[in-house]
């Protein structure tokens, strides 16, 4: 007979298998078997063959799925930006902000005055809450020092976050974010000391390069010569593009191999396309839509007409985007989008797995993946898109130990 360390059984499985005749690839009544952190066998409770195990746990009909993968944050930063969003709320906007030297570059003031340890601190909490909602795994970007130190120390905090908390992190680095005020009406020479010195100085820390491209950040020039430093460099590639304004950024990220571009509001259908040749998962961030006030939607026809892969991510960040729950961004895919509540979660499980290039280990329930699990407290799928800032999370499993659970908390 053969071992295991865990059965869960009676569960009503959301296993995002494209091989199950099931948009969720609902598997009701069914089981999944763990042995050496991973899913080791998945089904129908009848066709569970019989195994020796250490510990079953009785679902009792609740719905599990393969944890959420929030692949877009900016989750290590310094001080806060309510005072710029009082700014905005009484008229001036995002733009202007961060044209006369707020917005980002707020940020990078309050990132670059604090310490490493009291940026893991910060950075610790929002980690743990999103854990707590069935999050395990993270993408985090730098993208707050805008110096080659300060963008080190960034990627350093996101790694101890991942060495210290049950969450796989996917670490990007982000220099090309803005433009530092001691390199004002120098943006090039700055793009110069991201290819030369920051690229080289994240290997063996960041697994991607990613490119602010836009009318107040970096031109699709100078986004070309960090993208081909990052290629040289042996990373991955991604860009925030199209959230303003149409520069053709996500079209050139997709001609450079890019796992993914992200925001995508004005994206136009050369671009889609361009994502579509090359696989490029389209990310999409309601979160920054929603806190920008933004009217101009992402081409989510578009997207499904080329078979573009969507995902959905909370790009938590002090700015644009001051996101604490997840499940609030598939709402808001759904409500502000036109998505469906399953594409919303494909978009958090299979999908964002795309858009950092781990799916083959992550984000559906299939024999060989990790064994990285949320157990919800609803009655159908779509609830899990339906309310609107609840936690149905009773408990979150990492590579097959329960981490965190409603009833009792975080396991040590
Ligand atoms: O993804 N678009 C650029 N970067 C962030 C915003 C950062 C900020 O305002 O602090 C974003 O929305
Ligand atoms: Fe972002």
């Known amino acids: 007979m053969k071992t295991c360390e865990l059965i869960l059984e009676n569960f009503n499985l959301l296993t995002f298998d494209a091989s199950i005749d ?42 599990l799925s393969p944890s959420l993968i929030d692949c877009h944050t900016h989750l290590v930063w310094g001080g806060s930006r309510a005072d710029e969003w009082q700014m905005r709320l009484a008229g001036t906007s995002y733009e202007e902000i961060a044209r006369s030297g707020g917005g980002i570059l707020s940020t990078v003031k309050a990132t670059r005055a604090a310490s490493e340890d009291e940026l893991f601190q910060l950075a610790k909490r929002r980690v743990e809450n999103f854990i707590a909602q069935g999050v395990t795994t993270v993408e985090i970007k730098s993208g707050y020092a805008l110096n080659v130190e300060g963008e080190i120390k960034m990627l350093r905090v996101a790694k101890r976050l991942g060495e210290s908390l049950p969450i796989d992190v996917e670490i990007t680095l982000l220099g090309a974010h803005a433009l530092p005020p001691e390199f004002k009406g120098k943006a090039n020479d700055y793009i110069g000391l991201v290819v030369d010195e920051m690229i080289p ?45 149409n520069m053709g950024g996500a079209k050139l990220a997709a001609e450079s191999e890019a796992l993914s571009a992200d925001h995508l509001e004005y994206l136009d259908e050369p671009g889609v396309e361009a994502m579509s040749a090359f696989g490029t998962v389209a990310t999409l961030l309601p979160g920054a839509f929603y806190f920008l006030n933004e009217t101009q939607k992402p081409p989510i026809e578009l997207l499904r007409k080329h078979g573009v892969p969507i995902a959905i991510a909370s790009d938590a960040n002090p700015g644009s985007s001051p996101v604490a729950s997840i499940l609030l961004m598939a709402n808001m895919a759904c409500t502000f989008f036109g998505m469906t509540p399953c594409e919303s979660l494909r978009g958090l499980t299979i999908n964002a797995a795309r858009a950092l290039s781990c799916q083959d280990s992550q984000g559906s329930l299939e024999v060989g993946k990790q064994a990285d699990f949320a157990i919800w407290d609803v009655d159908s799928p779509a609830e899990l898109a339906f309310a609107i800032g609840h936690n149905p999370c009773q408990a979150v499993y990492k590579a097959g130990k329960k981490v965190f659970s409603r009833d009792q908390g975080w396991m040590s």
Do not use: C, M, Y
């Not at 999944?32 to 020796?52: R, T």
């Open 201 to 245: 100085a994240a290997v063996g820390l960041a697994s991607a390069v990613d490119v602010f491209t836009e009318n107040i950040a970096f031109d699709l020039k100078q986004t070309e010569r960090v993208f081909s430093a990052a290629k040289n460099a042996g990373l991955a590639i991604k860009i925030h593009a199209e959230q303003l304004s």
């Open 22 to 63: 099931d948009e969720w690839g609902l598997v009701r009544g069914g089981a999944v078997v763990v042995a050496d952190g991973e899913i080791l066998w998945v089904g129908a409770v009848e066709d569970l063959p019989e195994f020796e195990n250490r510990e079953t746990v009785n679902g009792g009909g609740s719905f």
